[in-house]
């Protein structure tokens, strides 16, 4: 039995899982507030406040580092690379260190394992980070030479979602095609052709469909007209792109709960802009049929909104023709970090090499 401890650390919490194999332990939310925050002026500057937290939390349990045979953390903004477990090494630390590839709460997840790994004389480990990619060629072109379409999408979740869905139908997953929309503050579907994602939408930088906070895909003419019009910066453009974008925008709510009471009481407004993001959701899954040519084994539903029955219905009704629909509500991201570990410490798998 290998016991294991997962991190992820998001931008205003520290969630931590305690794993014996893949079955769950314990999970705990440190939560980080605002001011306590405030005090550090980059996210690498967190590192020794999180650790302390982390530290905390194990003694709290009367836990310590050397309790586990692995320390895995979730991966953050690294350069781009194909699916897999990837034991966390110097080169790795040091991209993240100095935020090579852009800096996000998450690039503290190997940060934090290796430390606490050390310490125990264990291996660390990341697992499908953001930036996993696996596009086919022909994905990768665009219509303006200046730029190649890059992938920064749900790897973790949807990776681990198109794996147990195949052991719960005892089949391969590299055998498979199927369709794997999550469904969250952001919003990335993907095309997974017997095992890789060759087709995803960038769902961080403006592409796919509009979200609970992120714009999606904007007819490019118009938005560089309020860009010039309005003098935007870049950092100005990005929040509008993402954060400030979606339902934010139009209802002033990242909440997808919320809209639906609205709905619930009356509010056409908020059913029309829910409804448009669904319908949105439906073009961009129906369109990651493309790259299979319509041979779709089925289509999974997954991340925080797919827990509503509103939203899963209508798009139900919208994509059925393709293929059966599966709905796997939540992200489980700790229960996937635990699973990527484990099959190396198990042999089903080798740890990758960051380089």
Request: aromatic residues 6%.
């Amino acid at each position: 039995m290998y016991r294991i401890l997962t991190i992820n650390p998001g931008s205003t919490s520290t969630k931590l899982g305690i794993y014996e194999d893949t079955q769950e332990v314990l999970v705990q939310n440190l939560s980080h507030s605002a001011t306590e925050l405030a005090e550090f002026p980059c996210v690498a500057d967190q590192f020794e406040y999180r650790l302390e937290k982390i530290n905390q939390f194990l003694q709290a349990n009367q836990l310590k580092a050397e309790d586990f045979a692995a320390i895995v953390g979730r991966g953050g903004l690294l350069k781009p690379m194909v699916s897999g477990t990837y034991a966390i090494n110097n080169s790795m630390l040091d991209d993240l260190k100095h935020s090579r590839y852009g800096s996000h709460a998450s690039n503290l997840g190997a940060m934090l394992a290796d430390r606490l790994a050390k310490q125990a004389n264990c291996p660390s480990f990341i697992v499908d980070p953001v930036v996993v990619d696996e596009l086919d060629p022909i994905a990768r072109i665009c219509g303006r030479p200046e730029i190649e379409r890059r992938t920064i999408f749900h790897a973790l979740n949807q990776k681990a979602v198109a794996k147990r869905f195949a052991k719960s139908i005892d089949r391969p997953y590299h055998e498979l095609n199927l369709i794997i929309a999550h469904l969250g503050g952001g919003i990335s579907v993907g095309c997974h052709k017997q095992g890789s994602v060759v087709e995803v939408n960038n769902a961080l930088d403006g592409e796919g469909p509009f979200t609970p906070e992120r714009a999606g895909t904007l007819p490019a003419g118009q938005f560089a007209e309020v860009i010039v019009k309005n003098q935007l910066s870049l950092e100005a453009v990005a929040k509008m792109l993402a954060g400030k974008g979606g339902l934010v925008a139009h209802l002033g709510t990242n909440d997808a709960r919320e809209v639906e009471k609205r709905i619930e009481n009356g509010d056409q407004e908020a059913k029309l802009i829910y409804d448009a993001m669904i319908y949105q959701i439906a073009r961009y899954i129906a369109a990651a049929a493309v790259p299979v040519c319509g041979k779709v084994d089925n289509i999974i539903l997954t991340g925080g909104i797919a827990y509503s029955k509103y939203l899963t219905e209508k798009l139900k009704e919208y994509i059925g023709f393709i293929a059966p629909v599966i709905v796997l509500p939540g992200e489980n991201e700790l229960q996937a970090l635990a699973e990527g570990a484990y099959r190396v410490l198990a042999g089903e798998e080798e740890a990758k090499v960051y380089k």
